[in-house]
Nanobody, 125 residues
Framework: QVQLVESGGGLVQAGGSLRLSCAAS????????MGWFRQAPGKEREFAVG????????YYADSVKGRFTISRDNAKNTVHLQMNSLKPEDTAVYYC??????????????????WGQGTQVTVSS
């Protein structure tokens, strides 16, 4: 079992930045793929970013590519998401996730086996 706890969400103005963190506990000795999904009001949950265990492979949804950067520190069992140049359309609940398949093809991304509780990110116009 894996438990994921997100932090770092908040309210920022458009163009601002936030840094999200996800702390993992439990069976963190497994080399899980980790990442973030997000769900905006009235919309389906969507994949945002993913990273493999080594950090050598990262995947970004087109909507966040070039603005968001994901990284992980396996020694501390954490994953981080640096969010720059935030836009109002980035407003969503962001969910840390673990143990899923990442792919450049969105249709090939599997449903994660582990989810965090979510953290709210609100970007004002």
């Amino acid at each position: 079992q894996v438990q994921l706890v997100e932090s770092g969400g908040g309210l920022v103005q458009a163009g601002g930045s936030l840094r999200l963190s996800c702390a993992a506990s439990g069976r963190t000795f497994r080399n899980y793929v980790m990442g973030w999904f997000r769900q905006a009001p009235g919309k389906e949950r969507e994949f945002a970013v993913g990273i493999n265990w080594s950090g050598g492979m990262t995947y970004y949804a087109d909507s966040v590519k070039g603005r968001f950067t994901i990284s992980r520190d396996n020694a501390k069992n954490t994953v981080h998401l640096q969010m720059n140049s935030l836009k109002p359309e980035d407003t969503a609940v962001y969910y840390c996730a673990a143990d899923f398949r990442i792919s450049s093809r969105l249709d090939d991304i599997t449903t994660p086996n582990y989810w965090g509780q979510g953290t709210q990110v609100t970007v004002s116009s």
